[in-house]
């Protein structure tokens, strides 16, 4: 059983940080492949970054790497996203997402359409 809630998205100034929380809340582990994808007003949904949760191996999109770190806790059936060093263009709804990919096709540059679970979204707005 999959359900992902999202937590821990608000609104901070250029330079901030968050952390957002994805948990499964029903009766099973921490999914295979979890991604967090993101989509501002007016554009597609992106991947932003991805942890295959068996292995703990991870991928970020080139907007995002060295500022944003996506880490789990499988006690928690819980995935984070770190994001730091936030810019104005970061603002967007973020989501988690699960799939059954792994290892290296569980990565963020696959559609969204790959994944069947998806949390309800956690809104992030980066602005002074």
């Known amino acids: 059983q999959v359900h992902l809630v999202e937590s821990g998205g608000g609104s901070v100034q250029p330079g901030g940080s968050l952390r957002l929380s994805c948990t499964n809340s029903?009766?099973?582990?921490?999914?295979?492949?979890m991604v967090w994808f993101r989509q501002a007003p007016g554009k597609e949904r992106e991947g932003v970054a991805s942890?295959?949760?068996?292995?703990?191996?991870?991928y970020y999109a080139d907007s995002v790497k060295g500022r944003f770190t996506v880490s789990q806790d499988n006690a928690e059936a819980t995935v984070y996203l770190q994001m730091n060093s936030l810019k104005p263009e970061d603002s967007a709804m973020y989501y988690c997402?699960?799939?059954?990919?792994?290892?290296?096709?569980?990565?963020?540059?696959?559609?969204?359409?790959?994944?069947?679970?998806w949390g309800q979204g956690t809104q992030v707005t980066v602005s002074s």
């Open positions: 997402a699960a799939g059954r990919f792994a290892d290296i096709r569980c990565t963020p540059w696959r559609t969204p359409v790959d994944f069947g679970y």
């Open positions: 942890i295959y949760t068996r292995a703990g191996k991870t």
């Open positions: 029903g009766h099973g582990d921490t999914p295979a492949c």
